[in-house]
């Protein structure tokens, strides 16, 4: 038994490793920086203003908050679907019970007026 389990063995766990990556950035240092323009003659910045430094570390802390705003929002909308899908179910399965409750109660009804009708037919 030793030798044809160690050929093939019944039993065994693969590793199984779990990448998720998301859409957006995580991580302010992985996002690419904005790099200054070379000064010369033949250069941009006789044509546009010189960037300030409070607008380049501003750029990517609102692209990295509306990447948020957006996974976040992705995340509800995906959770909203899930929460419908689940309560649209619910909702068939109860029509569907009550449906069925109905149909019973006619049912009902008919046999006990078939059987009220059969016990006036016996008193007679």
Known sequence: MVQSFSQTPPVYSSP?????TT??????????????????????????PPIERSNESR????LYRESIR????????????????????EMNSLKKTEQDLNDGQ???????????????IIKV
């Open 70 to 89: 957006s996974a976040v929002l992705d995340k509800i909308i995906k959770r909203y679907n899930e929460i419908v899908e689940t309560k649209n179910g």
């Open 59 to 62: 750029i990517p802390e609102d």
């Open 23 to 48: 859409p957006y950035p995580t991580d302010l240092s992985s996002m690419p920086m904005p790099m200054p323009m070379p000064m010369g003659t033949n250069s941009y910045a006789n044509v546009y």
């Open 16 to 20: 199984t490793v779990v990448s998720q």
């Open 106 to 120: 006619t049912k009902i009804e008919l046999l006990i007026n078939n059987i009220q009708q059969q016990q006036s």
